[in-house]
């Protein structure tokens, strides 16, 4: 899969995040868009992923052979991770695992129990998340957005809530699971994205 951004602007009032961006992101590609807290990333993310609308340009999604992708099936092909998706607290992680899977395929159904397991969640399968502290919330996000079958990974703040020890994990998840898809990062942070790209989109360079 292929992704187009042309021309893309979008503007709250008389306050414009950004400006005429134009980039392409080819398959199996990663690419960070950077940029202060309040630059516009978060609302990018959501434009790409179809929940916003620019204000002007357009977003093409193409399949391998050229063929258009309808905005409506735009969620067939994307996992996202990010601070404002939120897990349903009165579920167990094995009940968002189950339903999860019937809208996302698994890679593998062992490969998901295998990284519930180095994310030292094995224990936690069948507590609702509620019981949860912020960084296992963060973790099982993690494991639903990249071990599930997607071609555009979007990844907003993947670090929040994790502690050292989380973000080593993190590091070698995403070297396992960030491969055959398109990843984006939108982040301030180079330590969520710099071991994995050094293509980047700086929001800022965008505002009028």
């Given amino acids: 899969m292929e992704i187009q951004l042309t021309n893309l602007s979008k503007k709250f009032v008389s306050n414009t995040l950004f400006k005429d961006l134009n980039a392409c992101f080819e398959p199996n590609s990663v690419h960070a868009i950077i940029g202060p807290n309040g630059s516009g990333k978060s609302t990018l993310l959501k434009i790409i992923a179809g929940v916003l609308a620019p204000t002007k340009g357009k977003i093409i999604f193409k399949k391998d052979d050229g063929a258009i992708i309808p905005k409506d099936n735009y969620f067939q092909n994307i996992s996202i991770c990010a601070p404002y998706l939120e897990l349903i607290e009165e579920l167990t992680l094995i009940e968002h695992i189950h339903f999860h899977q019937k809208f996302k395929v698994p890679y593998d159904d062992q490969e998901v129990l295998e990284e519930i397991k180095n994310a030292k969640l094995s224990n936690s399968l069948n507590k609702p998340i509620s019981e ?3 960084g296992m919330k963060q973790r099982a996000k993690l494991i639903l957005a990249t071990c599930y079958q997607s071609e ?13 020890e989380g973000k080593e994990w993190y590091n070698q998840l995403l070297i396992r699971k960030i491969n055959n ?14 071991i994995f790209t050094n293509k980047l989109i700086n929001i800022e360079s965008l505002k009028v």
């Fill in 181 to 194: 898809r398109i990843t984006l990062f939108f982040s301030n942070d180079e330590e969520e994205f710099s």
């Fill in 132 to 134: 949860f502290s912020s």
């Fill in 152 to 164: 555009l990974l979007l990844l907003d703040e993947p670090t929040s809530h994790l502690d050292k």
